[in-house]
């Protein structure tokens, strides 16, 4: 436990008390030996420490997306659970998670992993096209319909995966992620933004040196592989959110333009107006 940390729980300050809480829940699940981790060889939502990112995102979700234990969890893109896994930890029994994607080995991972120990942690597969991760998917991502009744949600998030999608497949999510949002539910995604910052290029990791491959919003990093690494125009994203009925809550600057960020990505909140029941 950090000093300050150590200084807050003494000072017993709820709101910094529950800041400490998470960063020792942090620090445990970072050291947690019994927690299991796919074969390094078989992960294949990027490079970086695992369990790290992982928990990494864990903080953001609480202390950027208001992340409560007993929310109802939507993980669209849910990969080889890698946000999953750390969120064991936090969700409590009453809690749901969900995890969707179309990459059959990761789903399969997950369900044979996670689901048998925390059975309130579902995950299942949706066949949707994806040149890189699945090229033979039988349904187009821009006419996919979520598997969920509507309001079903408090809390969804895509983490890396609207970086990965065209402008319509990212305007379906939205407007299918305000359906099964309950109203007060809260969305958060990452992706990359295209400010004058970003433009400029300076600083800006090498791997990200996106451009523009046609007249859209959409920027990409290797007009080879155009799904490799995505990125908007400023303002699509939020753009696309309101027009599905979501109220963009803030943008938060990701480090990869090369400025001082405590994440990678931008990430981007949004909430479903209403008062949840
Ligand atoms: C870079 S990985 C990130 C995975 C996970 N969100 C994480 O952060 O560990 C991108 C993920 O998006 C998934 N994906 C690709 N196309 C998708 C789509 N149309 N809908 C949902 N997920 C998709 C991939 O299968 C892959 O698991």
Redo the contacts with the bound molecule.
């Keep these: 436990m950090t000093m300050a940390a150590l200084s807050a729980l003494l000072r017993g300050d709820v709101s910094v008390r529950e800041e400490a809480r998470l960063d020792i829940l942090a620090d445990s699940i970072r050291r947690n030996r019994f927690l299991p981790e796919p074969d390094p060889e078989s992960v294949?939502?990027?490079d970086g420490d695992?369990r790290a990112?992982?928990t990494e995102?864990l903080k953001h979700f609480v202390r950027l997306g208001g992340l409560k234990p007993s929310d109802r969890v939507l993980?669209?893109?849910?990969?080889?659970?890698?946000?999953a896994m750390p969120l064991t930890q936090f969700l409590d029994e009453e809690a749901s998670y969900d995890g969707?994607?179309?990459?059959a080995e990761?789903v399969a991972w997950c369900a044979e992993v996670i689901t048998p120990f925390y059975p309130n942690f579902r995950f299942a597969r949706?066949d949707?096209?994806?040149p890189?991760?699945?090229p033979k998917?039988r349904l187009k991502?821009a006419e996919?319909a979520l598997p969920f009744p509507d309001r079903r949600f408090d809390f969804c998030?895509?983490?890396?995966?609207a970086?990965?999608?065209p402008p319509d497949?990212v305007k379906a999510?939205a407007a299918e992620i305000a359906r099964v949002l309950a109203p007060g539910g809260r969305l958060f995604l990452?992706a990359f933004v295209m400010d004058d910052i970003a433009r400029a290029g300076e600083g800006r990791d090498p791997r990200c040196a996106f451009q523009r491959t046609a007249a859209g919003p959409d920027w990409h990093a290797d007009p080879a592989a155009p799904?490799g690494a995505v990125a908007f125009d400023e303002g699509f994203v939020e753009g696309v959110l309101q027009d599905a009925g979501l109220v963009a809550v803030r943008t938060r600057l990701g480090r990869w333009r090369g400025i001082e960020a405590a994440h990678y990505q931008d990430i981007l909140l949004a909430e479903k107006p209403g008062t949840a029941a």
């Design positions: 294949f939502v990027g695992y990112i992982g995102f993980d669209i893109g849910s990969g080889i659970g890698r946000m969707l994607d179309p990459v990761g949706l949707v096209a994806h890189i991760y699945n998917g991502g996919m998030f895509l983490t890396s995966v970086t990965h999608l497949e999510y990452t799904f």
